[in-house]
């Protein structure tokens, strides 16, 4: 018997009447005779509300509190799914993350999955029950409870996967699958009808929101199939899967933007060994998570060193950066959240010259300014002013012409020429 884990967005289960929608759809799917294990995330924008109320009570952090509260959100919506769908004539029971046995190690507000102890779920699918386990939440080694990060649900969904050996999970959203860029700010964006792990894992850690990046990482650990789809239509999405190497690859998969980060410039660092480890030590002791550095070349003994971090790390790394300029003689540390990064991703991008040039080429046509650049085997990455992301985004994704069906591919190496060929969909050389 087909096992499913499927798990339902915020916006999915947004109101009363989503609800009801959402548990039909699962009926309906249990009803062609696969057991349903259900992942739900908190209603619409309850975890935003939940976390401006804590703001309006304290201005600290309260890391422990804070998830006792933001579990809230998803215990709502479990327990209103699993009544809708009894309401429905089939018989289900909700657990919190605790409850259904995931694990989490101790880091409040990020912890990392580190066991599912799945038996109660199993037992309750074997009673033929269908079972709604909250997402976004676990239980830590020490017996509190945890949060997973921002749109961790798609971890817990993932995870649950691995762990009851699902056939597929199904991951419910609000568009219709990936597409090629962030479908709210390039309406010609194309949806993907596949991507692989790799590519996935760059796109989500770019920015791309549709699934949080440890979910990627969880699902290629595993080897978990993973079905992005709409809750709002019955229409295939994108699979998210190892790469099948008898299919043409896209050199591009898609371009993705990311508004989260800060930049910060250490200003006239001296220039001698050893002060890289001594800048970046205590930020890595105090928990930052910096992403892209740059080192100018010096001039007269001295150097400015620019990095990128998560703005919400910025009130935790002000104190130490200030202790670092001390420590180091810098003349000053300069913070700037204006910025953006854009990300192309693409496997192909390994073996065809030229892509990183002709996303530089995009920008300056479109008359945009590169403050930062880094690359991965399959990611070109570039921060430009906040304000340009849209003009950006869109500027390199007619570049390369995303919008199309008639992309730039490559063949597989065992049948193709190796040469760079411009293919039609239906396969006639364009
Ligand atoms: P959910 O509440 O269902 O988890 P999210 O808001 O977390 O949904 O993720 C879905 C959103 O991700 C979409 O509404 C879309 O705006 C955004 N998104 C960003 N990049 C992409 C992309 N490349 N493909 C699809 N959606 C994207
Ligand atoms: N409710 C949580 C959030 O808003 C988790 C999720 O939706 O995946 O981040
Ligand atoms: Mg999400």
Not at 38 to 54: K, P, Y
Not at 67 to 80: K, N
Request: some cysteine; charged content about 25%; glycine content about 8%.
């Amino acid at each position: 018997m087909a096992l499913i884990v499927q798990k339902y967005g915020g916006t999915s289960v947004g109101d009363a009447t989503r609800i009801k929608r959402v548990a039909k759809r699962i009926v309906e799917t249990a009803a062609s005779g696969a057991k349903v294990c259900v992942v739900v995330s908190a209603m619409g924008d309850t975890t935003d509300e939940l976390v401006e109320l804590a703001a309006k009570v304290t201005d600290r952090e309260h890391e422990r509190e804070m998830d006792m509260l933001l579990t809230a959100g998803e215990r709502i919506s479990m327990a209103l799914l699993s009544m809708a769908i009894m309401d429905l004539g089939r018989d289900a029971i909700s657990f919190t993350g605790s409850q259904a046995g995931i694990v989490t190690d101790t880091a409040h507000g990020k912890a990392k999955i580190i066991e599912v102890r799945a038996r109660r779920v199993l037992e309750a699918l074997e009673q033929g029950k269908i079972v709604i386990v909250a997402g976004f939440q676990g239980v830590s080694t020490e017996f509190d409870v945890t949060t997973l990060g921002r749109g961790g649900s798609d971890t817990t969904a993932v995870a649950l996967a691995a762990a009851l050996d699902a056939d597929v999970c199904e991951i419910y959203t609000d568009v219709e699958g990936v597409y090629t860029a962030d479908p709210r700010l390039v309406p010609g964006a194309r949806k993907l009808h596949a991507v692989s792990y790799e590519e996935m894992l760059e796109l989500s850690a770019s920015g791309a929101k549709v699934l949080m990046v440890r979910s990627v990482e969880y699902a290629r650990n595993y080897g978990v199939l993973v079905h992005v789809r709409s809750s709002f239509s019955g229409n295939e999405g994108t699979w998210v899967r190892e790469e099948d190497i008898r299919m043409e690859q896209a050199i591009i998969s898609g371009i993705a933007h990311d508004k989260s980060e800060a930049k910060i410039t250490l200003v006239a660092v001296p220039d001698h060994p050893g002060i890289a480890a001594r800048v970046f030590r205590p930020l890595a002791d105090a928990g930052i998570n910096i992403d892209m550095i740059v080192q100018n070349a010096s001039h007269d003994g001295s150097t400015d060193i620019f990095f990128t971090c998560p703005k919400s790390d910025l009130q935790r790394a002000e104190p130490v950066l200030e202790q670092i300029r001390e420590q180091i003689g810098a003349a000053g540390v300069e913070t700037d959240p204006d910025i953006a990064k854009i990300s192309l991703v693409g496997a192909g991008m390994k073996t065809h010259p030229g892509v990183a040039a002709d996303m530089f080429d995009a920008l300056a046509e479109a008359g945009i300014n590169i403050e930062i650049i880094s690359t991965s085997s399959i990611r070109i990455s570039c921060v430009v002013r906040a304000g340009e992301v849209e003009k950006a985004v869109q500027a390199i994704h007619d570049k390369f012409e995303l919008s199309d069906e008639a992309v730039l591919r490559e063949e597989h190496p065992e049948t193709a020429t190796g040469q760079l060929k411009a293919l039609r969909v239906d396969g006639s050389n364009s």
